[in-house]
């Protein structure tokens, strides 16, 4: 009973759908490109969406980031549903419960990187973190980029720039972090340096979701979630799940072992 | 959003494109100095044309003919000229507010004498003018009561005329002929400058009224009459009672309406502010079309900006901007814009007015007021073109606005 009880606890569904389904007009052609999805994501899990493009995930990533509103079916958040609030409390949500993170990292150009983790804070009506800017100073020391706060963009690498998108992702507390093949615009060193800061963040208990079509990058997540032609086709754990740092470590040596070769 | 972080990031996408912003501000600028540099024409004639009117002499009262504008029906202005050399006599001979009466006979035409000729107005008056004008005499003497009975053929020069037909020598004791009727000078009048119609009071031979009326203007009727009140005081008296004499002297009977129209100078001055003050709206209201199309200007370069930063504005929406952040956001930039181009441009016009004040004949009086009401306007512009472009910004649907290349 008592272990039941933690349970329960521990495994609070944060996010709940239910026949989830969106339907784009193109003209007088419905195209549906998410079918009744059911899905349910508890609180500290890390799951990958997969799909080939026109699967539907990039819809459901949109619905799920209130960025959109589905043609029907419900989708619960903490314990909103969403489908019942208005604009501006969708606004709200998406200022205080989620936390995006995109490909092209879309931080504002000529802005250096605190002034970027600090831009949801200035739109936070409910002022519920009384230092703004000491709240971007941790968040950005938090993806190990306290040295670079002063710069901008155009003066961060690409993995940098990722690392103050996620900064800025983190900085609101949101209940989910929400990655749309976040590393589709790096190398593979430096997107394993990146799954490297979202498993961290994942061990400490933030719930993340990635989209992904890269099964390797899928394989760092907990859990898999696959969409095809708008419904779910496979939703299991992984059971060989990768640690970013021992590849990261790998590829080090590699590296190592390569350099040495040619001397 | 706080106000300081809305202004912040406003001014810095203004300044992110320095000329073209300036060039929008441009707009405004030239709008708002157009406005307050014509206003403040407009309102410097106004003030010149009241200091003119006061130096007129403000005993002045004038009898015109014609019916005066109250009610009934007008047979015209001037329609119906009665005045006679007996109604002059006649006020000179009853009125006692008055201290100086003179008919006003206008001819003019080619002066032949001294180094050339001439073309000029002459003016038949009484002995009495020169007090009742209050102009002076540069030299000579002034004609009598007598030498207009006499009809004698003297006249007295003004200054520009003097200047142009006999630079080098005395006139005075000369003869010059005015359509050929000879005229002795007998005086030459001071310099006064011009007049508020722009006329040169200068530019003016006085002669005897009627010599004037029998010799030169081939017995028309008089064109006005002069007279001066004893005091400024004594003036609505002094109207008063002129009013009887001309109505008795025209024998009019009870009900008849005057055939004639006394004037002071608080009567005149007020028909010449009422022009300039009708030249000054006509001034303003053309600067201020110039104004409106530098608000279009502003339109124009918001639209430009909002598409360009469609993917800012898609950034701020993901990390949760209301649609209203983003309107006030962009209606600020635009205001900024425009309030910046305002305080230029009312730096401007004070440039301008103190060139026009101090190199050029027009007075240039730049009010409190009109700066305030063309900054206002500016900012009023500002809103008002700025919105379109900020509800279509904050319109913008999140999720296009982030894949917008």
Partial sequence: MAEDFKEDVLEKNIIKTSALTKIYKVGEVEVPALREVDLNINEGEFVAIMGASGSGKSTLMNLLGCLDKPTSGDYFLDEYNTSKLTPNEYAAIRNQKIGFVFQGFNLLPRTTALENVELPLMYDRTHRIKNPIEKAIQSLERVGLGDRMHHVPNQLSGGQMQRVAIARALVNEPSIILADEPTGNLDSRTSVEVFSVFQELNEEGITIILVTHERDFAMFAKRIVELKDGRIIKDAMIKNRLNAKEELKKIKEEIETQEHGVN | ?405
């Fill in chain 2, 1 to 405: 959003m706080h106000v300081k972080n809305i202004l912040k990031v406003a001014f810095k996408s203004i300044l992110k494109s320095r000329m073209r912003s300036l060039l929008t501000a441009l707009g405004i600028i030239i709008g708002v100095a157009a406005v307050v540099v014509m206003v403040a024409i407009g309102d410097g004639a106004q003030q010149q044309v009241e200091n003119q009117i006061a130096s007129l002499g403000s005993n002045l009262i004038v009898i015109t003919p014609g019916i005066s504008m109250s009610g009934g029906v007008s047979r015209g202005m001037g329609s119906f000229n009665r005045f006679t050399f007996d109604d002059v006599q006649k006020i000179k001979d009853e009125a006692i507010y008055i201290n100086g009466v003179s008919p006003l006979v206008r001819s003019g035409g080619q002066i032949i004498g001294g180094v050339g000729n001439w073309f000029t107005q002459v003016q038949g008056v009484s002995a009495d003018y020169l007090n009742i004008r209050s102009w002076k005499l540069a030299s000579g003497e002034f004609f009598t009561e007598r030498d207009v009975m006499a009809r004698q053929k003297v006249c007295l020069l003004g200054s520009e005329v003097a200047k142009n037909l006999f630079p080098n020598d005395d006139p005075i004791g000369q003869q010059v002929r005015i359509r050929n009727v000879p005229f002795k000078i007998i005086g030459v009048l001071k310099e006064k400058g011009q007049t508020s119609v722009g006329t040169s009071n200068d530019d003016i031979i006085l002669a005897p009224s009627r010599t004037v009326h029998e010799r030169l203007s081939g017995g028309r009727f008089i064109s006005s009459i002069q007279v001066s009140a004893l005091t400024p005081a004594q003036i609505p008296r002094a109207k008063e009672e002129l009013r009887r004499i001309m109505r008795e002297a025209h024998k009019l009977g009870q009900g008849e309406e005057d055939d004639f129209t006394i004037q002071d100078q608080a009567d005149l001055a007020e028909a010449a502010t009422e022009t300039s003050k009708i030249l000054t709206i006509l001034l303003g209201s053309v600067a201020g079309v110039s104004l409106i199309v530098g608000g279009i200007g502003i339109m124009n370069i918001m639209l430009v900006s909002v598409t360009e930063r469609t993917r800012e504005i898609g950034i701020r929406l993901s990390i949760g901007a209301r649609a209203s952040d983003i309107l006030i956001q962009f209606l600020t930039e635009a205001v900024v814009l425009s309030l910046t181009g305002g305080i230029l441009g009312v730096l401007l016009s004070f440039g301008v007015a103190y060139l026009l004040n101090n190199y050029t004949s027009q007075a240039a009086n730049i009010k409190p007021q009109i700066i305030f009401l063309a900054f206002g306007f500016a900012g009023a512009i500002g809103i008002f073109f700025g919105f379109y472009p900020a509800r279509k910004a904050s319109q913008l649907n999140p999720i296009d606005a982030l894949r917008y290349e």
